[in-house]
């Protein structure tokens, strides 16, 4: 639980015993979630390969100075062996939920056209548009974060870490809308996965300038870092519409429509998917139960389940 949390959040932040082991409770119950995934993924005979958890590795770390790396490692009493065996542990988990979910995910075109029809409307453009979604990172203490693990950067340090920590996990793979929902700090839009909508360009055009370079003429699909006065803003590019209306015939309309209604499904049947999952496992979560019996305070004894030596 220690180094899950060193990991997934940045320990400089200065909580109080009750925040942390809040934060901790929530990561307990996610390593909980991962490790009935782990036992599924022995039943379906996955693993992941020792290349692809060196090019995952690889490819989270790139762009970040290996002395730069090596002391954030530091910093928060961390390997690299540490690193890769989380990176290990969640590219396992993604592939079950691949194999369960996504795999049995299926679009008709009935469906497609039904969509279609129904939001006619927001198919005719009035003008260019981007359809974007963030993730914000603030380095100050937030009076109203609603995020999923009350993660909160609190020093720029903080954020400028918690920033490279999200990042690498997007480039493991992990989806952008569960990163906005569990750690975003816009109070807004977080709760929807840090969906924006179609933002106008003569609207992005009256943004900061370095918002505006995170959106204009990049590809659909990519991440950019804009920062703002301290303010750092993970920007997704999810669609680019021109101006006109479209129709299903058009390049990109289909496939959109596609996309949003795959990712509805995805998300009920995960949700759906991890309940069960979770139910028909046999968990007693002795940290909670702890905490319960000790009426919110931790005891300084090692966590030990009864009966174990």
Do not use: C, W
Request: aromatic fraction near 4%; proline fraction near 4%; avoid cysteine.
């Amino acid at each position: 639980v220690d180094k899950a949390y060193r990991r997934s959040r940045d320990t400089s932040q200065l909580l109080s015993e009750e925040e942390t082991l809040t934060a901790k409770l929530e990561v307990l119950n996610n390593l909980i979630v991962q490790e009935i995934l782990l036992a599924k993924a022995r039943t379906l005979k996955l693993d992941v390969p020792q290349s692809e958890l060196d090019t995952a590795f690889a490819n989270a770390s790139k762009n970040i100075a290996a002395d730069a790396f090596q002391q954030e490692l530091t910093r928060r009493s961390l390997t690299a062996e540490d690193m890769r065996e989380g990176l290990r542990r969640e590219l396992l988990s993604q592939k079950v939920i691949a194999q369960e979910v996504g795999s049995k995910i299926a679009v008709s075109d009935q469906e497609i056209t039904d969509f279609f029809n129904a939001n006619r409307a927001r198919f005719n453009v009035a003008e260019e548009a981007y359809h974007i979604a963030q993730i914000v990172v603030t380095p100050g203490r937030d009076g109203q974060v609603a995020n999923g693990t009350g993660d909160d950067a609190t020093t720029p340090e903080a954020a400028m870490a918690k920033v490279q920590m999200l990042m690498e996990r997007l480039k493991a793979g992990a989806s952008f809308q569960e990163l906005a929902v569990g750690y975003s700090e816009d109070p807004e839009s977080a709760p929807r996965g840090g969906d924006l909508g179609f933002v106008p360009v003569s609207r992005l055009k009256q943004a900061p300038p370095q918002l505006r370079a995170a959106v204009l003429n990049k590809e659909r699909g990519s991440v950019n870092v804009a920062s703002v006065n301290g303010v750092h803003t993970l920007v997704l590019v999810v669609a680019h519409e021109q101006a006109g209306q479209r129709d299903l015939s058009m390049p990109g309309v289909r496939e959109g429509i596609t996309d949003t209604l795959r990712t509805r499904k995805e998300q009920l049947f995960r949700a759906a998917y991890l309940t069960v999952a979770r139910s028909d496992a046999e968990v007693d979560n002795y940290m909670a139960r702890r905490l319960i019996e000790a009426g919110g305070q931790m005891p300084g004894v090692p966590l030990v389940a009864p009966g174990a030596r």
